[in-house]
């Protein structure tokens, strides 16, 4: 496994996240409530946090089943993607990433989440990548099925945000 490596698209580059990302992240994310609507979590919603989050996640780049980007646009961080909870047994890996609302529908998430399966399914071998949203959340959903991820399952009602429920739809990508 290979863990986190830069990786570059046409517009983006995709690197390990650098101590002074905190502040950019607690700025894009932290600070702006649409950011989490639809996830309930913030690891940004403090400077503080923000500081210890992207310190756990160079910590973790030891680890070579450790996925953890962020997003840079023209120089300036703009995102974050990452890999989550690697099942060896099952091949199996979810993704999740967030764009700054600055940079929303100009299809940076897609382009990041294209890159990132590719990596894992042709370079880590890791059959199945798996991803999430609510159902309210269009965005999302278009972004992931664009990088040719595909619902499999749509859970009615799992998800409960700030007493509003949603359905969590489930998507898969699968190694070809």
Request: proline share 2%; with cysteine.
């Amino acid at each position: 496994m290979g863990g986190t490596v830069e990786l570059k698209t046409s517009r983006l580059v995709l690197r390990r996240h650098q101590s002074e990302d905190a502040a950019v992240l607690f700025e894009i994310f932290g600070s702006d409530p649409q950011m989490f609507e639809y996830s309930g979590w913030n690891p940004y919603q403090t400077r503080a946090m923000a500081t210890e989050t992207v310190a756990s996640f160079i910590k973790s780049y030891d680890d070579p089943h450790f996925y953890g980007w962020g997003i840079v646009r023209n120089g300036k961080l703009i995102g974050t993607i990452g890999a989550y909870d690697y099942e060896a047994d099952k091949s199996r890996i979810e993704i999740g990433t967030s764009i700054g609302r600055a940079w929303w529908g100009q299809g940076f998430a897609t382009e990041a989440v294209t890159a990132v399966l590719r990596y894992l399914s042709e370079h880590e071998h890791i059959k199945t990548v798996s991803a999430w949203c609510a159902s309210d959340n269009i965005g999302s959903r278009k972004a992931m099925e664009k990088a040719g991820m595909k619902m499999v399952r749509s859970d009615r009602g799992a998800l409960e945000i700030d007493r509003q429920t949603y359905d969590k739809l489930i998507f898969e990508y699968a190694m070809r």
